[in-house]
């Protein structure tokens, strides 16, 4: 009895069809999730899978690589009543699919939602000035309440960075035109200090140069006095300021009396160089005085 050869060959190809119909192949860095009549069944990893064909169904395949989540500037109040936009980028993975798909609507749109509020909120409680130094701050707390508000999502937000900070035009003119202004006054205190650290080291080096004097004059067997140091050191200010003033370039005229210029050297050197014409007061002779008796 011959065996028919339709029904055999119908066979065949229905469980060949069964068969390829029930291989899965996941790609690396994906899983996916498999719903049989409705419920949720099991998670697909990756490589090669086997699901029952009509009654399994994959209803849903995501990566559990990072992903980023770049949402547009937003606009937000600090708590000095200034007016900015601001963004920032998230970083996120999957870490449980089967959580994250019967837990949140669409994770993305929630994640970008929170972190805009999120961002706003911390950018509401800093001023200006802190939120321009603390953006360590800002991202290490915007982290820390993003990652508590979706830990039953079955997602982990890895790092968040504020991007830009964008402040009004007007407000920009204005910090610039005060930045400034703080850089003359640090430079004009600094002119000052150092003008007074100078005129601190000439006075000093004046005195020792004073003292120097004295002494080499004292040594050579002359009674000096303060003003002499002083006339002397007068003297040579006065001629290093004619140097100066005859070493310059641009053409100059200077009115003076030679007689008294020489006159006043001279004298100056005089005081110098000669012993002090000072002397101790003579006593009174005694024969000088017994002579006038007599006369009277």
């Not at 770049?70 to 007016?83: E, G, H, K, Y």
């Not at 053409?251 to 000072?278: G, Y």
């Amino acid at each position: 009895m011959a065996i028919p050869f339709l029904p055999i060959l119908i066979v065949v190809l229905l469980t060949v069809g069964c068969i390829a119909g029930s291989i899965r192949i996941i790609r690396q860095g994906y899983e996916a999730l498999v719903e049989r009549l409705g419920r949720y069944h099991r998670k697909l990893t990756p490589g090669i899978n086997f699901v029952v064909p009509i009654f399994d169904q994959i209803v849903w395949m995501e990566t559990t690589r990072e992903k980023l989540l770049n949402f547009p500037a937003q606009p937000a109040i600090t708590s000095d009543n200034v007016t900015l936009e601001i963004d920032a980028i998230v970083y996120w993975r999957v870490l449980e699919l089967q959580q994250m798909y019967y837990t949140i609507e669409n994770v993305e749109d929630a994640l970008e939602s929170l972190a805009i509020t999120t961002l706003r909120s911390q950018v509401g409680t800093m001023s200006l000035q802190d939120l321009y130094s603390s953006r360590q701050e800002i991202n290490r707390t915007i982290l820390q309440q993003l990652d508590e508000a979706t830990a039953t999502w079955g997602v982990k937000v890895t790092r968040v960075e504020v991007e830009n900070i964008d402040l009004p035009q007007t407000l920009r003119d204005s910090l610039e035109l005060e930045r400034a202004a703080e850089s003359k006054k640090r430079a004009a205190i600094l002119e000052a200090e150092g003008r007074r650290q100078a005129a601190i080291a000439e006075a000093e080096g004046t005195v020792a140069s004073a003292k120097l004097i004295a002494e080499q004059l004292a040594a050579g067997g002359q009674e000096v006095t303060a003003q002499d140091v002083l006339r002397y050191l007068v003297a040579q200010r006065y001629v290093e300021a004619n140097y100066q003033l005859g070493k310059s370039e641009n053409a100059k005229i200077v009115f003076m009396d030679p007689k008294s210029l020489t006159d006043s050297t001279v004298e100056l050197m005089q005081t110098i160089n000669q012993p002090n014409p000072r002397k101790a007061p003579v006593p009174p002779n005694p024969t000088d005085s017994r002579g006038d008796q007599n006369g009277q």
